[in-house]
Structure formats: C-alpha cells, structure tokens
C-alpha cells in the first residue's frame, strides 16, 4: 500500500506506542463478492 510521505511512520518506537495504545486491528475480506470486516486484537 502506497503511504504518501508525510503520513509514514518510521520511527519504530511510535509505531510500538501506537499499536500498544490501540490493540484492535480491522481485517477486510471478501466473501462471494461481498466485503466482510472482521475486528481482530492484536
């Protein structure tokens, strides 16, 4: 996926932060054409 350059994040640390603070994730898929949206701790 494309990131433009002033919304990527390189500092691992923050992203550690970021992911520690927010611990759910959304994982898209399709199933017959349809999307379906499954929400996953992490």
């Known amino acids: 996926m494309f990131i433009q350059s002033q919304f990527r994040e390189t500092d691992e640390e ?3 932060e970021f992911i520690q603070a927010n611990p759910f994730a959304v994982v898209i898929s399709f199933d017959g054409g349809k999307p379906i949206a ?3 701790s992490v």
């Open 14 to 16: 923050n992203i550690v």
């Open 38 to 40: 499954t929400h996953i």
